[in-house]
């Protein structure tokens, strides 16, 4: 919101096709001139909810590039311009545009746990029945029951919502994935 009243009259670029991509453009063109969003796939259906296609496709002022990759940006002391490569004929082109919003997906905030608790290979917390094919799960689990189902692998933490692997990502199953971890929490004590 803060960013979407300087991008008046221009032409700006999204980069990315997902929700969260989808939702910042449909936004945006309320302000900006032209939406162009950059992706890799040919079209929006394998990763954007329809309502959000069919609202793009509904606004005039939002135009879908695909099979872009962004390969540089240019400008003087400001963006100016995206060198953009086509996937499909492996050509570079040059797209003019005063701002990039970048939507290429979330990085948890896991590094401060100790690497004692199992992640996956994007720093997802494992947990659950997920963790029972895990190898460093089989070597560092010593209870005679399987972890709770948000129980990572240190017994006692639990992880709820996004920072999960294997999320639904959204509002409604991390707050009820909340709720969970609190029975879990209070069973958790009652045991020890
Ligand atoms: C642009 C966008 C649009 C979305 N639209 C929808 C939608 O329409 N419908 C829907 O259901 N879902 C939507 N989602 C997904 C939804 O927002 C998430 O699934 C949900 O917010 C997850 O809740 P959470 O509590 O797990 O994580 P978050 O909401 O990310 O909350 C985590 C909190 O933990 C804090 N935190 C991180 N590290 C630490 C730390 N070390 N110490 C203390 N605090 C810390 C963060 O600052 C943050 O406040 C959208 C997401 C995005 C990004």
Redesign the pocket.
């Known amino acids: 919101m803060t960013e979407a009243a300087a991008c008046k009259g221009k032409t700006i670029v999204v980069v990315g096709g997902g929700?969260?991509a989808g939702?910042?453009a449909m936004y945006l063109s309320q302000f900006a001139t032209k939406v162009v969003i950059l992706i890799r796939q040919k079209d929006l259906t394998a990763t954007m909810s329809s309502y959000l296609i069919d609202q793009i496709a509904g606004t005039p002022n939002i135009e879908i590039m695909g099979q872009k990759d962004v390969l540089e940006t240019r400008g003087n002391g400001k963006l100016e311009q995206l060198v953009i490569k086509c996937l499909e004929t492996n050509n570079d082109e040059v797209l003019d545009a005063s701002a990039m919003f970048v939507?290429i997906g979330?990085k948890p905030?896991t590094d401060?746990l100790s690497d004692s608790v199992i992640k996956d290979d994007k720093g997802f917390l494992i947990t659950g029945r997920d963790l029972l094919t895990d190898d460093t799960f089989k070597k560092v689990w010593k209870l005679d029951r399987e972890p709770m189902m948000l129980e990572t692998c240190v017994p006692g933490i639990f992880a709820?919502?996004?920072?999960r692997s294997g999320?639904?990502?959204?509002?409604?199953?991390?707050v009820g994935e909340?709720a969970m971890a609190i029975k879990f929490v209070h069973e958790y004590l009652a045991q020890n």
Do not use: C, H, L, T
Request: charged letters at 10%; a neutral charge; glycine letters at 14%.
């Open positions: 929700n969260s939702q910042g939507f979330a905030y401060w709820a919502g996004d920072v999320a639904m990502n959204r509002v409604a199953s991390a909340g």
